[in-house]
């Protein structure tokens, strides 16, 4: 029975359980293993709720992706948490105080691929300073890639905080042109807060709403994908919202707040393409099953592990490359709030209070 205290225990396996999980990624790779590289887009606030409300679910970028997970669990619904669950990748799911209680280096997916040889790379479209996102990824989550994105980009939008948001198709651009030359495989984290809530254009003093920011955002994602095809570079592009922007909000809690970690937020669209291969099939492959970070790093070792890039059409099919990958049920956490799903009802336990249904 959905009692608070068979859900309370229920919990505390699930926490149990993801301790012992861990992405399998190969050991090494051969010389003769295609050389790739590996983009990871975290993008501040989408979800598919957002994107929904938006009408943007049928944008014309979406469609060009060649797996889709329908059903992946951000687990938080702030940011910097988010990117510490997608650098600790590699391993089951942590509660929200576990993300700060110390590092374990077989989670770290960035470093475990640096091992591998993959260079790292960090693009960001603001600065890292607020919140000390640059120093907590580096203390929480080891890592070590420089901020790469330093010059001056035109200027998209403002932050709430006055911070420049800088243009991202000229974000990615640059990081096209800094690395296409490396000889060497490369892993690079891209942070883009241009969808965060309050963002303003520039000499505006009134917050842009959702819609025309995310439109833009998709379309110049469309345009980059064009020039990235064009250029022929075997490439892994993987997006991975943090979480969404809460656009029209439940009956808990209202559009644009996201203090409760509710599963409208926490779902996300998380996308996967591959450049450089020919006659990959038009039809994407959906992720069906409720899925976190480890199927995402379970996804990334699978490609290495059948060396994917090293046939023209796919080492094996894409069908092949998504089966099995491993399921986690769906909790999201902020560090006052838990939501989770157990036996398709939806509670919430706020700070130490008892496990309640939470409202559809």
């Known amino acids: 029975p959905a009692t608070s205290e068979t859900i309370a225990k229920w ?7 993801e301790k012992e999980r861990v992405a399998v990624l190969p050991a090494g790779l051969n010389a003769k293993d295609t050389p790739f590289d590996i983009v990871i887009m975290n993008v501040c606030s989408l979800s598919n709720d957002d994107l929904e409300a938006a009408e943007l679910q049928n944008h014309p970028v979406l469609s060009r992706f060649n797996i889709r997970f329908d059903h992946f669990n951000s687990a938080t619904s702030y940011s910097g948490p988010a990117t510490l669950r997608l650098l600790n990748a590699a ?5 929200h105080d576990g993300l700060y209680e110390g590092r374990r280096s077989e989670c770290e997916i960035m470093n475990r691929l640096d091992q591998l040889g993959f260079k790292q790379h960090m693009f960001l479209d603001h600065a890292g300073k607020y919140d000390n996102y640059i120093e907590t990824m580096r203390e929480k989550a080891g890592l070590t890639a420089p901020l790469e994105s330093t010059g001056r980009y035109p200027v998209r939008y403002v932050g709430f905080d006055d911070e420049p ?4 198709l000229s974000l990615l651009r640059d990081w096209h042109k800094k690395t296409r030359r490396e000889k060497e495989r490369s892993v690079t984290l891209f942070n883009l807060i241009a969808l965060h809530d309050g963002n303003r254009l520039p000499r505006q003093s009134h ?8 439109q833009i955002m998709l379309d110049d994602l469309n345009k ?5 095809q064009r250029s022929g570079r075997k490439v892994m592009f993987v997006v991975v919202p943090e979480h969404g922007a809460a656009v029209r909000g439940d009956r808990v809690q209202a559009p644009r707040l996201r203090d409760i970690p509710s599963m409208r937020i926490t779902e996300v669209p998380v996308l996967v393409k591959f450049f450089g291969l020919k006659d990959l099939p038009k039809d994407q492959i959906h992720v069906v099953g409720t899925t976190s970070y480890l199927a995402l790093s379970t996804l990334i070792g699978k490609t290495l592990e059948s060396n994917y890039f090293s046939a023209e059409t796919g080492a094996v099919t894409l069908e092949e490359l998504v089966k099995d990958l491993p399921e986690t049920n769906p909790v999201s956490e902020n560090a006052q709030s838990v939501v989770l799903t157990y036996k398709d009802r939806d509670y919430i336990r706020q700070k130490d ?7 559809k």
């Open 11 to 17: 919990y505390s396996a699930f926490l149990d359980y």
């Open 91 to 95: 391993c089951g799911q942590p509660s």
């Open 165 to 168: 948001i800088a243009d991202t």
């Open 207 to 214: 917050w842009e709403a959702f819609k025309p920011r995310a």
């Open 224 to 228: 980059f994908f064009d020039e990235l």
């Open 353 to 359: 209070e008892n496990w309640v249904v939470y409202p």
